[in-house]
């Protein structure tokens, strides 16, 4: 069975920094692409950030310069570097993957809450 579990969601003054994680443990062979979505209270999931097996990566506007998505793929694990946080970035983040069959794993979700 295969789990995605992430880490690094907390509580995080606006400006600052932080990094998730999420490694895909289990049977999982041949990820392709990676990506976070994150969801705000009352809204829709929406891709934040996405990773092909070949480096290629894609951010959305908002995120873009201050986000930086990244992948170990040797340890099924993808990164997400944020920095310059503001409080809209607060939601749950979530990691998703897929392998070459095109099924898709997701990972339970982080908070984040960007706050003073």
């Known amino acids: 069975q295969v789990q995605l579990v992430e880490f690094g969601g907390c509580l995080v003054q606006p400006g600052g920094s932080l990094e998730l994680s999420c490694t895909a443990t289990g049977s999982i062979f041949s990820i392709t692409n990676m990506g976070w979505y994150r969801q705000a209270p009352g809204k829709q999931r929406t891709l934040s950030a996405g990773?092909?097996?070949?480096?290629?990566?894609y951010y959305e506007v908002s995120v873009k310069g201050r986000f930086t998505i990244s992948r170990d793929s040797a340890k099924n694990t993808v990164y997400l570097q944020m920095s310059s946080l503001k409080p809209e970035d607060t939601a749950v983040y979530y990691c998703?993957?897929?392998?070459?069959?095109?099924?898709?794993?997701w990972g339970q979700g982080t908070q984040v809450t960007v706050s003073s």
């Open positions: 990773i092909t097996d070949g480096g290629s990566t």
């Open positions: 998703v993957m897929y392998d070459s069959d095109r099924r898709e794993y």
